[in-house]
């Protein structure tokens, strides 16, 4: 059964920081590439950050970089995000994204989500 669990979320305030984590269980983690989306009231959900299967070099939304941080410990089975300089608009729902793609077929997971929420 495949599961991916966020955690990590909660309230902070501007300026504040957190870190989201995402266990994955049910299938080869390491075999995944892992993204976080996040989803606001009202908006459609947009990439946050991703990172490949080995681990390399992440990608980010232009408005996030040097805010945010992604990375993954295979060991772990976990990816996590770190959060930095949080604002309001960074309020939303965060998924985390198990993605893994070959000429013929898509895996693609989903976790359940975890909030945060930027407020002072």
């Known amino acids: 059964q495949v599961q991916l669990v966020e955690s990590g979320g909660g309230l902070v305030q501007p300026g504040g920081s957190l870190r989201l984590s995402c266990a994955a269980s049910g299938f080869t983690f390491s075999s995944y590439a892992m993204s976080w989306y996040r989803q606001a009231p009202g908006k459609e959900r947009e990439l946050v950050a991703a990172i490949t299967s080995a681990g390399g070099i992440p990608n980010y939304a232009d408005s996030l970089k040097g805010r945010f941080t992604i990375s993954r410990d295979n060991a772990k089975n976990t990816v996590y995000l770190q959060m930095n300089s949080l604002k309001p608009e960074d309020t939303a729902v965060y998924y985390c994204?198990?993605?893994?793609?070959?000429?013929?077929?898509?895996?693609?997971?989903w976790g359940q989500g975890t909030q945060v929420t930027v407020s002072s």
């Open positions: 994204n198990a993605l893994f793609e070959t000429y013929s077929y898509v895996y693609d997971y």
